[in-house]
């Protein structure tokens, strides 16, 4: 009965490959978000989907897209993978109005070699 | 600019000590502050949320207050017990110019209770 789960929870790959990683969540929530977590452990936003419209948008390389098939879902594809690129992310949701209590999945940790 | 300054920027602690979090705020218009715990290799949890007008909130041993005025928040907690050990992160929710939110996160302060 996880919340938001996020597949898969490790990927090491190389530099200048295409990888996506899996948001869902089960709450009913109607805005699902992607944050990245450097090796200072701050989380910066990089996305938010609100019914399926991208409503903020931060200053991340265009290489990087998400993608919502549906309210329960914001996939994050990445092309032409970057050693910068490694982080751990992570997928969370909210309902929009009450963005402050966001919940948030276990976290993908990105190794680019 | 908005930002959200946190300190210390780490903290050990014997068990069952008390100790207190702060955290300083710039971001305009305030919406909310909310306060996470994130353990290590897991997302944050949310510990309290608070609005403009509410000036304490508690949940079990973590009691969080806020001074709007002053743009500060702190996080006590009672009686730390090991399982305190983790990352707290204060995010600060604004309003957004046509509707919408947006979250200022800072740095978090790492905490660690020893024996």
């Known amino acids: 009965d996880t919340a938001v789960s996020q597949t898969p929870k490790y990927l090491v790959t190389q530099m200048g490959n295409d990888k996506s990683i899996k948001c869902e969540q089960n709450?009913?929530?109607?805005?699902m978000y992607w944050y990245k977590q450097d090796s200072k452990k701050f989380l910066k936003i990089m996305f938010s989907y609100n019914n399926k419209e991208l409503i903020i948008n931060e200053t991340v390389p265009n290489r990087f897209s998400p993608k919502s098939p549906d309210k329960a879902h914001l996939n994050l594809h990445i092309n032409s993978l970057e050693l910068g690129d490694s982080a751990v992310y992570f997928c969370?949701?909210?309902?929009?109005?009450?963005?402050?209590?966001?919940?948030f999945g276990p976290g993908t940790r990105l190794t680019v070699t | 600019k908005n930002q959200v300054e946190q300190s210390p920027q780490s903290l050990i602690i014997l068990e069952g000590k008390n100790c207190t979090l702060q955290?300083?705020?710039?971001?305009?218009?305030?919406?909310?502050l909310r306060w996470y715990k994130q353990d290590t290799g897991r997302g944050p949890v949310s510990l309290t949320i608070m609005t403009f007008s509410e000036n304490t909130k508690s949940n079990g041993r973590y009691t969080a207050t806020l001074d709007a005025d002053t743009k500060q928040s702190s996080l006590h907690i009672t009686a730390s017990q090991l399982s305190d050990s983790a990352s707290y992160i204060c995010v600060v929710g604004s309003i957004l110019t046509g509707g919408g939110n947006k979250l200022t996160f800072g740095t978090g302060t790492q905490l660690k209770v020893e024996l």
């Open positions: 955290c300083n705020y710039t971001v305009s218009p305030f919406s909310n």
């Open positions: 709450l009913g929530h109607d805005t």
């Open positions: 969370a949701s909210s309902q929009a109005h009450r963005a402050g209590e966001q919940y």
